[in-house]
């Protein structure tokens, strides 16, 4: 069936460093994609977004990359920083209102 | 700046129990979505609402469960029958332009 899944489900950095969260997803009709985090206790935050007719979208201190060749996105936090420390889903739609989430991939920022 | 809330923050109830979760999405808003998140997994998408009707439902989103707008504000879910394995957070998000603001969610826990 359709999913969306995460490489690692726990990845710590340095503070300061640069983090790289991974997604792997199989619905090739997939053409919409978005990074959430989730700190304890409360719902997902959008943090970026990504058509399938971009390859790469930058925010601040955030960058996505998206590869529908092999069905992977990521997401690219510069400079990573405590308040980073969260769960990070990606989500994935094909033109529907229905949106699937990957599993899930902890950061833990090390001071 | 403008929220999605929910109550109750929790809700215990028993097995065969009927229970309704209650959502005040942005009020601007017009699409409406139900996730639920088992503890230590990924988010799931339930159900989708626009135009007073649902959109899109998952498989999860079986007879036991319903939606309804019932006031204009409010948007709940309602689950007829509770059963164990419905422990979980349930969030509610609402949406425009593609971004979908959640909720702090509801914990059901169900004995």
């Known amino acids: 069936g359709e999913s969306v899944g995460l490489h690692l489900p726990t990845l710590s950095v340095q503070e300061g460093d640069n983090s790289i969260i991974n997604c792997a997803y199989s619905?090739?009709?997939?053409?919409?994609f978005i990074w959430y985090k989730q700190e304890s206790g409360k719902g997902p935050q959008f943090i970026i977004d990504?058509?399938?007719?971009?390859d790469k979208r930058q925010g601040q201190r955030v960058t996505v990359l998206l590869n529908k060749t092999v069905k992977h996105l990521s997401l690219q936090i510069a400079a990573t920083q405590p308040g980073d420390s969260a769960v990070y889903f990606c989500?994935?739609?094909?033109?529907?209102?229905?949106?699937?989430f990957g599993t899930g991939t902890r950061l833990k920022v090390l001071a | 700046e403008p929220e999605v809330t929910q109550t109750p923050s929790h809700q215990v109830t028993q097995m065969g129990q009927e229970v309704i979760l209650r959502c005040v999405p942005i009020?601007?808003?017009?699409?409406f979505y139900w996730y639920r998140q088992i503890l230590g997994q990924k988010v799931e998408f339930l159900v989708s609402?626009?135009?007073?009707?649902?959109?899109?439902k998952s498989e999860i989103f079986d007879d036991q469960f319903s939606v309804e707008r019932p006031d204009g504000s409010n948007f709940t879910l309602k689950i007829r029958s509770t059963k164990l394995e419905d422990s979980a957070m349930y969030f509610c998000?609402?949406?425009?332009?593609?971004?979908?603001?959640f909720g702090p969610g509801t914990r059901l826990t169900v004995t």
């Open positions: 990504i058509r399938s007719n971009m």
């Open positions: 609402f626009y135009n007073n009707e649902i959109s899109e």
């Open positions: 009020s601007n808003h017009l699409y």
């Open positions: 619905n090739s009709a997939s053409d919409y």
């Open positions: 989500s994935s739609t094909s033109g529907t209102y229905k949106y699937i």
């Open positions: 998000a609402s949406m425009v332009a593609n971004e979908q603001y």
